[in-house]
């Protein structure tokens, strides 16, 4: 291994994890005593990227906090103020309860492979830096920060980019525009299966760059992103030219002509307007897919793209234009340029109407409390995963996906799905393994209440 001649962090080992070690995206223990815990007011800065390098910089991945759980009570607050603001300013709330629970349907699926696995990000940026690095920027260098910061910005750049020019890729990323809203639930909505493709961008940084530099900025670009997907906030005046802000992010999130693959900065949007992919919002943005899924069952949303590929890959004939069914743009067909013909992107006539099957009152009301059920288990899962069997972990996992799923589809109210019989099917498995043990509320004064 060739190393530099400077001050050098030790090398970051991972083995395998025990019970006792498992954590929901949290880093391994270390001889400083683990992750450092950070005050809500670092918390808060973190969010939007405003945590300097003297607070955030960490000798080893294992002290770097998470700060995207350590996030959750913000998502809530910053949620709650949006839709009072929306309120005050338009005389409507700035989300539906179908797609709200939704979105938080996909981020929480989105998170549950980080409760068994660890990030696939880290993983490969620690075996590159282990074994591959050239050289050692120092770790506690705000030069080295401030590298870091433009390094993982443009990787999620040129990622971001790519999951929208490449069919496949978008498979997986066009969960995160299937909403026809627009407001901070959207932000949560996010692929399971997107993380297991962007990480390869991030491995030039390995070369040089400490993992812990590397780990605290991939959560703050991600964090960052968060706070952008609103309304109420139109303009920022002169931050328009240099970050990412909610008016660019809403062009990018637009099924307009003019907003199609555009704006994929993260923190920055220089690099849009350095690459010719900037576009400023303009007509009004109708939000969501060029042509709309229609559903809020997660694992529908997750895999049908998926099957559009599969179906279209059969059914496409010659070798060459299989493989460019797989690796050209979602808009692209036999005889057509990579990314397909502009003028087959629909036209907005401004009379979009979002997908909202009618539901009654009380439904909507279920729907609501037993979601508030499942964030608590979901919570708790967190909280309690290192001392939890393997097996105890994978049922809670099971049974919080039916609940997803079977929350997705009461809010369809479609009668050829049975969404009926799933729900009776899903609280009668709730009672049994609650009864059992398996599932435990961080509340013990609401278990009654729960089985009722």
């Not at 005050?39 to 003297?54: D, E, K, M, T």
Request: positive net charge.
């Amino acid at each position: 291994r060739r190393r530099g001649a400077g001050r050098s962090p030790p090398s970051v080992h991972l083995q395998p994890r025990s019970a006792a070690q498992r954590g929901g995206g949290r880093a391994m223990g270390s001889e400083a005593g683990g992750p450092r815990a950070t005050a809500p007011g670092q918390q808060l800065r973190a969010l939007f990227y405003v945590l300097p390098p003297g607070e955030s910089s960490f000798r080893t991945v294992e002290e770097v906090p998470d700060y995207v759980e350590k996030s959750i009570p913000f998502f809530i607050a910053f949620i709650g103020l949006e839709f009072a603001v929306s309120w005050v300013q338009k005389r409507k709330l700035s989300g539906r309860i179908n797609d709200g629970i939704s979105c938080l349907s996909l981020g929480i699926l989105s998170r549950l492979p980080d409760v068994l696995f660890r990030s696939v990000d880290l993983i490969s940026y620690i075996y590159v830096w282990n074994n591959y690095r050239l050289f050692e920027l120092p770790w506690d260098s705000p030069w080295t920060w401030y590298l870091t910061l433009l390094g993982v910005d443009f990787a999620y750049y040129c990622f971001h980019r790519i999951s929208h020019e490449v069919n496949i890729l978008w498979a997986a990323h066009q969960v995160h525009h299937s909403s026809e809203d627009y407001n901070l639930f959207t932000a949560l909505r996010q692929s399971v299966l997107q993380k297991y493709t962007s990480w390869i961008f991030n491995l030039p940084m390995a070369l040089f760059i400490p993992p812990s530099v590397f780990a605290v900025h991939l959560q703050f670009n991600l964090l960052y992103q968060f706070w952008i997907h609103t309304e109420v906030i139109t303009n920022l005046g002169p931050l328009e030219w240099i970050l990412n802000t909610p008016s660019h992010h809403r062009v990018h999130h637009g099924r307009n002509p003019y907003c199609i693959d555009k704006n994929y900065g993260g923190t920055f949007i220089i690099w849009d307007r350095i690459f010719g992919t900037f576009e400023a919002e303009d007509a009004k943005v109708v939000y969501g897919l060029t042509h709309p899924v229609n559903s809020f069952d997660p694992i529908m949303l997750q895999l049908r793209p998926l099957a559009h590929i599969w179906n279209t890959f059969w059914a496409t004939p010659g070798f060459c234009n299989k493989l460019s069914v797989i690796f050209k743009g979602p808009g692209w067909g036999p005889g057509k340029p990579r990314l397909g013909l502009p003028e087959e992107i629909p036209v907005i006539t401004g009379k979009e109407v979002p997908f909202n099957p009618s539901v009654p009152a009380y439904l909507n009301c279920y729907a609501v409390v037993h979601f508030a059920v499942i964030m608590d288990l979901y919570t708790e899962l967190l909280g309690t995963v290192t001392m939890l069997s393997q097996g105890t972990i994978l049922l809670r996992i099971g049974f919080i996906i039916l609940s997803l799923t079977s929350f997705g589809l009461l809010m369809e109210n479609r009668q050829d799905t049975k969404p009926g019989i799933l729900e009776i099917i899903r609280c009668l498995v709730f009672v049994g393994v609650y009864k059992l043990g398996y599932l435990r509320s961080q509340f013990s004064s609401l278990c009654y209440a729960y089985e009722v």
